[in-house]
Structures are given as C-alpha cells and as structure tokens.
C-alpha cells in the first residue's frame, strides 16, 4: 500500500512562488498516477495536476494550467508541485493521491472523473495579496 507524505506549504505572497513535495513510499509505482488536489473548507475537493509514474504524462485542472506544473523524481520516490504566480484563490489545503490503475484513471478523466486510492493528509498554502 502507498504512503503519501506533503510538504513545502507555508504563507506566501500574491505573485510568488512555491514547490510542494510528496514523498511515495510502499509499492510497485509502474502503474500508478499521482496526483495533487486542493481543497478550501466547505468545499469539494479540486483536481489540480497528475502524472503518471512511468510515462511522464501530465494532466492539469483549468485553474492552474500555465501556472502550475507537476513532476516526478524516480530516485527520490517524490512528486512536486511547482506553484507559480501564487493567487489568493490559491489558498487550500493540498492534497497529494494516487491511484494504481493508471489507464482506468485516465479513461476516467476524459469525463472530469478524478477518482484516488490513497491520500496523503495535506499541506496548507496560503496566498496573502
């Protein structure tokens, strides 16, 4: 069973920049997709950004493409979320997920479906203007 462990999140200022880590640990990853995801309280979880493990693909939600980039160390068995150009619609909890079927999830992407397995416990972000 994969085990997910955020950091990196802090108090951050409109316009700047900030790098989130995910550290995997627990399986066989070739399969997998992981993910980040953001959530505001009282409100449902957002999709934010996902690759998948052993090709590289990446997937972004509307509010962060262009801004926001994911990726994957292999050596490190770590995901990162380079945050740029920071917004106060930003702040939210962030989630990193995975999920051990990569091709059901993409299949399921293709209709807004961003369904995970396994959650880590989040990391706060909190943009200030």
């Known amino acids: 069973q994969v085990q997910l462990e955020e950091s990196g999140g802090g108090w951050m200022q409109a316009g700047s920049s900030l790098r989130l880590t995910c550290a995997v640990s627990?399986?066989?990853?070739?399969?997998?997709?992981m993910g980040w995801f953001r959530q505001i309280p009282g409100q449902k979880r957002e999709f934010v950004a996902a690759v998948n493990w052993s090709g590289g693909v990446t997937y972004y939600g509307d509010a962060v493409k262009g801004r926001f980039t994911i990726s994957k160390d292999d050596a490190r068995l770590s995901v990162y979320l380079e945050m740029n150009s920071l917004r106060p619609d930003d702040t939210a909890v962030y989630y990193c997920?995975?999920?051990?079927?990569?091709?059901?999830?993409?299949?399921?992407?293709?209709?807004?479906?961003?369904?995970?397995?396994?959650w880590g416990v989040g990391t706060r972000v909190t943009v200030s203007s």
């Open positions: 627990g399986g066989d990853l070739a399969k997998y997709i």
């Open positions: 997920a995975a999920d051990p079927n990569y091709s059901m999830w993409h299949a399921h992407s293709l209709v807004g479906r961003y369904d995970m397995a396994y």
